[in-house]
């Protein structure tokens, strides 16, 4: 993938694609935003994204999974919301907690600002001090980059948003009218006798215009392409060209919609308006990776059971996106199939029985630990391939001690502080924290593999750099302990135990890090594709047949 262009000249200054949304939230602004980013990249510029969240929280790090989905881990242990994860699988890139726009972070600075004097004893409001604020962050997250996408997150005319959307109004102001552009995506909804319904856009434009902002660019998400005529109409009444009214429809995998995006022209209309055409490489000559990737051929499906307590898809998107990957690579649909890790009979579930791999994700609490470690038990046991991730590495660890050394209530102290075999314990350095907020083991940190294991066989080297998120490890007394029985630790950082496999079973893994933060749809996660690889074999040897893989 490019990495910077060697077309564009910087001294033109940066560009800036705003993207907002209306009429309702969860409409894939940012999946459009990173579409288009993507085929900008394709075309040779450098492309980094911007998310901004209006709530009031300083990161996403102790949200509930059932109100916002997963927490997403960057490099640099930021914990941001999930959208971040859609930018750096959409533009291959990555990204630190500056590209994440939180009203806590902005919030808290100007207060911090506050209190140390740095306003001279002037009144501190929200204009200009919270805009400029904004402002900065946004300028700051684009350095040396070609293009910056910016995604307000909400709904234009939620309260929470209007000192974003403010800030973009001084943006717009402070900005030459080339190198910037405003994006609205909107739902045009079906009317009951099939008609495609312009209304809502209306209203959702004039109440962004009602702001100061008028937007260049119209995206319209319906279930399908919109009708010339519809596209007609909402340039008359939203005072936009009908060429920048652009249909975002339904598509059944979400890789496709860059796709959908280049034929539709939208990125280069962008390109057009922002002056790139004469610097984007030609078509010829631009990287096709993208295309090649998602539309591969794929023969057959497997079924992998994914083991959790929170039954909502967004909760372990990038897991699920992953195994995705895998597939794509491994050349075979995924179809992951949910088992309520909080059900009394984990153990004799028909889904978990059907299912050619298991993956038990990670989580925190209590509540369904033993549905996990269950799911462990009918891996291991029936030598189904396993991937456990972070909780699902130290519930597959609590496994062994319990059926295979004897230590029936062996546990970990973060769910039975009073256990008498804690062989998962807090990490030395978390005994002192107080806050929860970004306190944990957190982002990349590099595991040591040795060598002749299967996690090296899977990584193809001595040592891998992945993305963390947790209190809990290994507790060093019980390792020697542990490691009998079929158990070897064959990946550490230092003193802490980071992989497990066992050398009794085909494929079982497990990963103290969560290695599906830096999978790619061209760059699959090797645990990933090791996973899906064993399943696939597994999967032919039932049926009678040879497979390569």
Known sequence: MPTHSTNYDPDKGRKFVFVTGGVMSGLGKGI??????????????????????????????????YQHGEVYVLKDGGEVDLDLGNYERFLDTDMTSDHNVTTGKVYRDVIESERAGDYLGRTVQIIPHVTDDIKRRIREAAEETDVCLVEVGGTVGDI????????????????????????????????????????PTQHSVKELRSIGLQPDVLVGRCADRLEEAVR?????????????????????????????????????????????????????????????????????????????????????ISVHEALKHAGLEVGVDVNVAWVDADAADVYGNETLAAADGVVVPGGFGARGTGGKI??????????????????????????????????????S???????????????PEQHEVEEMGGTMRLGAHTTQIDPETLAHEVYGATECTERHRHRYEVNPEYISRLETEGLRFSGQAGPRMEIVERTDHPYFVGTQFHPEFRSRPDRASPPFVGLVEAVRERQAAREGQEVEV
């Open 32 to 65: 459009t935003a990173a579409s288009t980013g993507r085929l900008l990249a394709n075309a040779g510029f450098d492309v980094t994204a911007v998310k901004i969240d209006p709530y009031l929280n300083v990161d996403a790090g102790t949200m509930n999974p």
């Open 160 to 199: 929470e948003g209007m000192p974003y959307l403010e800030a973009l109004r001084q943006f717009a102001n402070e900005e030459d009218d080339d190198d910037l552009l405003f994006v609205h995506v909107t739902l045009v909804p079906y009317s009951k006798n099939g008609e495609q319904k312009t209304k």
């Open 232 to 316: 007609e109409k909402i340039a008359l009444f939203c005072d936009v060209p009908t060429d920048a009214v652009f249909s975002n429809p339904d598509v059944d995998d979400i890789y496709r919609v860059p796709l959908v995006v280049e034929d539709e022209g939208l990125d280069a209309y962008v390109m057009d308006e922002l002056g790139l055409s004469a610097e984007a490489l030609p078509a010829a000559e631009r990287d096709r990776t993208w295309r090649e990737t998602v539309t591969r051929e794929r023969e057959g499906e497997v079924t992998v059971a994914l083991v959790g307590k929170y039954d909502l898809e967004d909760a372990y």
């Open 374 to 411: 269950a799911a462990v038990r009918h891996a291991r046991e029936e030598n189904v391939p396993y991937l456990g991730l972070c909780l699902g590495f130290q519930v597959a660890v609590i496994e062994h001690a319990r059926t295979r050394l004897g230590l029936t209530d062996a546990h």
């Open 413 to 427: 102290t973060e769910l039975d502080v009073d256990t008498p075999h804690p062989v998962i314990d807090i990490l």
